[in-house]
């Protein structure tokens, strides 16, 4: 078979050039979509400090004369994650586009998620390593525990502190309705720890003091229901209104009142409350975070062996050693046993 060359010009196909071409016209008469995306180099910045139905609450340029909130919805172009989503948490700064003017009516959109300094999770069960993200950039948890009516739960508190510790989130106890019981039982179960820690009575919360410490951070609060925790944050933040509930004569039990996580800014500090839970699974943390987080041993620890669990049955564990002679005194035997009892709670070893 012959090839057509540019000399046959009086060849068989001579009379067909690119012009002959036939392309098949676009039936919705749209441009072809482009694989670059806009830069958005104009965004502004937000805080998201509420999620509802895919609409989010912002706070825009804070602490300017032009603060101002506005709402917002996720762009297209913000991505997917693996699970088919990205997801926009309270707490996360991110970067809006279109309608900023937080107008009535107005609408933006979320174009970025700018990097998270903490994230705040949990999952399902203790079995489930699929997270659920509670709160982003939070660096300190309030934990609120009441000393009566609901019963203290030390077990659950534990489980709030390996999240803290995973997370590397400050964690602070605040104990309420004193007047019903003495919490000195319950604390005692804490004593390893340098925990901060307030009391009050029945709806008589030390704000003052409070406030002081939440000033300049973003504490994330959490507790088991009807403990007072949303009570609490109507005393700090009066417009707040957040929903209280009470606890049930029958089972001890608290309702669940609150059932969405929002922010309230408090001077130049945020309060995130949560709902009120009554598990904290801890699926996806990492045990050798919780290490981390008591300095004094872990330092200790790497004179231990490879793979050492630093349980008391731990063979050669420096650790224990140390503690067992007394190197460490009374806090240090009260700080290994807290930490042992992290580790059993999360019942997993480090390594």
């Known amino acids: 078979m012959s090839w057509l060359t540019d000399d046959d010009d009086d060849g068989e ?21 482009s694989k670059n995306r806009p830069d958005h180099a104009d965004a502004v910045s937000g805080r998201v400090f509420s999620v509802d139905r895919g609409r989010y609450g912002m706070w825009v340029a804070e602490g300017t004369p032009e603060e101002r909130q506005l709402v917002a919805a996720k762009a297209r172009e913000l991505g997917k994650n693996q699970d088919g989503k990205v997801s926009v948490v309270t707490g996360d700064w991110v970067d809006l586009v279109g309608d900023v003017t937080g107008d009535e009516g107005s609408l ?13 999770r949990r999952s399902a069960d203790d079995t489930d ?21 609901p019963e203290p739960r030390p ?3 534990d489980r709030y502190l390996v999240a803290a510790f995973d997370a590397g989130i400050t964690p602070i106890l605040c104990i309420t309705k004193t007047d019903l019981a003495d919490p000195a039982i319950f604390l005692a179960n804490f004593a390893g720890l340098d925990l901060l820690v307030f009391e009050s009575r029945s709806d008589d919360f030390p704000l003052v003091d409070i406030r002081a410490v939440l000033e300049g951070h973003t504490t994330v609060a959490v507790g088991h229901s009807g403990v007072g ?32 996580t929002i922010s309230y800014r408090i001077g130049s500090g945020w309060i995130v409350d949560t709902p009120g839970v009554r598990s904290f699974g801890l699926g996806h943390v990492d045990p050798a975070n919780i290490l981390k987080s008591f300095t004094d041993l872990a330092l200790l620890a790497e004179e231990c062996p490879r793979g050492c669990t630093h349980l008391p049955d731990a063979p050669d564990c420096n650790i224990v050693g140390r503690v067992n002679a007394g190197d460490l005194g009374q806090i ?15 019942g997993s070893t480090t390594h």
């Open 13 to 33: 196909y001579s009379e067909y050039d690119e012009s002959s071409a036939k392309v098949r016209p676009n039936p919705k008469a749209n441009k072809p979509r």
């Open 155 to 157: 077990r659950l508190v």
């Open 332 to 346: 240090g035997s009260l700080r290994l046993d807290s930490f042992q009892r992290l580790i059993t709670t999360l």
């Open 229 to 260: 925790k949303s009570t609490l944050v109507n005393a700090l933040v009066p417009d707040a209104n957040r929903a209280v509930g009470r606890v049930n004569d029958v089972t001890g039990r608290g309702r669940h009142t609150s059932s969405s």
């Open 129 to 149: 390593a699929v997270e659920r993200i509670i709160v982003a950039n939070a660096d300190q948890m309030l934990i609120v525990v009441a000393a009566a009516n």
């Open 108 to 120: 933006a959109r979320i174009v970025r998620i700018q990097p998270r300094s903490t994230l705040l």
